[in-house]
């Protein structure tokens, strides 16, 4: 250090200022720097705090959960529960009732979760008019919690607007017995 002051002593006085303000503009960067990350730090832990309340509320909500999902479980009748190709079959009937064309160019996707397996497949309604749209919902409705609707699309037809092109995302639940 005294090797330092010495040097810096001998120095010309602007060759001590431009020292100084060296000196002062890499304090200055580092301030900086060591200000973003400490805002950057105070975020993540502010997120990471909420995070961790919201787990603590679902792991103290566990018990209720888990007896309400046990309840909902016990309503469920293993009869009216649908495989994929009885979800295919069944939507086909529900769409002719209706007097709809349904097509479906998807493989239906499966995913076990134990004690169901639900079964997720992408249906086309092409040339659909407002009331045949409202059966089919209303008897897709009357399926429910059975079979549930993940997403809905509707496009008008360029052609004749009173028509639609109709993309319907469902999904069935099978009880694994």
Same mark, same amino acid.
């Given at each position: 250090m005294k090797t330092l002051r010495a040097f810096f002593l001998l120095l010309q006085l602007r060759e001590k200022i431009l020292v100084v303000a060296f000196a002062l503009m890499i304090a200055a960067v580092w301030a900086s720097n060591f200000n973003r990350r400490a805002w950057q730090f105070q975020r993540q832990a502010a997120t990471a705090t909420l995070d961790l309340k919201k787990q603590q509320q679902w792991l103290d909500d566990q018990p209720a959960i888990e007896a309400n999902a046990m309840k909902t479980a016990a309503r469920l009748d #293993? =009869?009216?529960?649908?495989? #994929? !190709?009885?979800l295919l079959a069944t939507i086909s009937s529900l769409a002719g009732e209706a007097n709809l064309n349904v097509t479906s160019n998807t493989e239906s996707r499966d995913e076990s979760t134990g004690q169901f397996n639900i079964h997720t497949r992408e249906f086309i309604l092409d040339k659909a008019d407002y009331g045949s749209l409202i059966k089919f919902y209303l008897s897709?409705?009357?399926? =429910? !919690?059975?079979?549930?609707i993940e997403r809905y699309t509707q496009v008008p037809d360029k052609v004749n607007p009173a028509l639609s092109r109709v =993309? &319907? &995302?469902l999904s069935a639940t099978e009880v694994v017995r």
């Open positions: #293993a =009869s009216h529960t649908l495989d #994929a !190709p009885l897709l409705q009357a399926r =429910s !919690p059975y079979v549930g =993309s &319907l &995302l």
